[in-house]
């Protein structure tokens, strides 16, 4: 089984930074981060792949970071420059198919944390 737990959201005003972790167990090839607002679908953030090969929403490239620390098991979302529009809960997700993956939709991913919640006041 695998288990996802966000940490690491908060409160910030626009231009301001966010890291968010996502301590994992179990056995995972793919990870990614997605968010949902208020009134919308989820949506995809940004993807890793199990060889390190990353995939962003054109929203947030140039923006945010993925990153992954095997040794430590945690998924890392560096959020700079953060705007009004990046406010949501944001979820970890995982999969073990696939491995090379890079597509930012739901259907993906098999495995989710519970969120954590963004919020950027202008």
């Known amino acids: 089984q695998v288990q996802l737990v966000e940490s690491g959201g908060g409160s910030v005003q626009a231009g301001g930074s966010l890291r968010l972790s996502c301590a994992y167990a179990?056995?995972?090839?793919?990870m990614g981060w997605f968010r949902q607002a208020p009134g919308k679908e989820r949506e995809g953030v940004a993807i890793?792949?199990?060889?390190?090969?990353?995939n962003y929403a054109k929203t947030v490239e140039g923006r945010f970071t993925i990153s992954k620390d095997n040794a430590k098991m945690t998924l890392y979302l560096q959020m700079n420059s953060l705007l009004p529009e990046d406010t949501g809960v944001y979820y970890c997700?995982?999969?073990?198919?696939?491995?090379?993956?890079?597509?930012?939709?739901?259907?993906?991913?098999?495995?989710w944390g519970q969120g954590t919640q963004v919020t950027v006041s202008s």
């Open positions: 890793i792949s199990a060889i390190g090969q990353t």
């Open positions: 179990g056995d995972v090839l793919r």
């Open positions: 997700a995982a999969d073990r198919r696939r491995p090379g993956a890079l597509g930012l939709d739901v259907d993906l991913f098999s495995y």
